[in-house]
């Protein structure tokens, strides 16, 4: 079945500094990408989304291309600020109907 | 878009006692889905609540343990039952449906289990 693999945390960085990460996934058809960012003690937003091929998606400073020939959906951001710190969850769903979760990526911003 | 609610937020309880979670929708919409969270845990899905029909769970969860209603397109209840410290989780519904590419959660509720 479907499935996402994401890079394991937890991933600690410096304020300003480059962030990436990765995610590929494995699905039969063409699903639609997403990331999810969970801030402590709160629900899941979703963070950026992409729904075809080469399609890029964009929110608050963070990036993530929908990769076909790589299978991957990788975040990116390229100046990381304290506020970012949190968990982050990429996760693909078949067109509204049931979504497969990674298994999150804690991410610490230090000052 | 869509906006949902949870009720409540977080609630402390007793071994053995039930729970209802309800979640709101602020549209219709055609599939809800319930998840589990453990702590330091990625998301759990725990069943699939369509309006007019039962609720599909998925393995390790079944109806005894976790009734689930749908009475309409904008409201679904997960109870969880005969609550044990293994059940302390943060429980999130979300709704979606086919054609909606736009996958919103609730906020959640964060159960202990004592």
């Known amino acids: 079945g479907d499935s996402v693999t994401q890079m394991e945390g937890p991933v600690t960085l410096s304020e300003e500094a480059f962030l990436t990460i990765n995610c590929t996934y494995t699905a039969t058809g063409y699903p639609s990408l997403f990331w999810y960012v969970q801030y402590p003690g709160e629900g899941l937003q979703l963070l950026l989304k992409?729904?075809?091929?080469?399609d890029k998606g964009s929110n608050k400073g963070f990036e993530a291309t929908y990769r076909k020939e790589t299978t991957s959906f990788h975040l990116e951001k390229g100046s990381v600020q304290v506020s970012d710190s949190a968990v982050y969850f990429c996760?693909?769903?078949?067109?509204?109907?049931?979504?497969?979760f990674g298994a999150g990526t804690r991410l610490t911003v230090k000052p | 878009s869509a906006v949902i609610s949870q009720k409540p937020s977080r609630d402390i309880c007793q071994r053995g006692t039930s729970l209802t979670i309800q979640c709101q929708v602020d549209?219709?919409?055609?599939?809800m889905f319930w998840y589990r969270q453990q702590p330091g845990q990625s998301l759990t899905l725990i069943a699939t609540?369509?309006?007019?029909?039962?609720?599909?769970?998925e393995s390790g969860f079944v109806i005894d343990k976790f009734p689930i209603s749908r009475p309409n397109l904008t409201f679904s209840t997960l109870t969880v039952s005969n609550m044990s410290p293994e059940d302390s989780s943060i429980y999130l519904c979300r709704a979606g449906g086919a054609g909606n590419l736009e996958q919103f959660f609730g906020p959640g509720t964060r159960l202990t289990v004592l």
């Open positions: 996760a693909l769903s078949d067109n509204g109907g049931d979504m497969r």
């Open positions: 609540a369509n309006q007019g029909s039962e609720a599909t769970y």
């Open positions: 992409a729904t075809k091929a080469d």
């Open positions: 549209s219709q919409v055609t599939m």
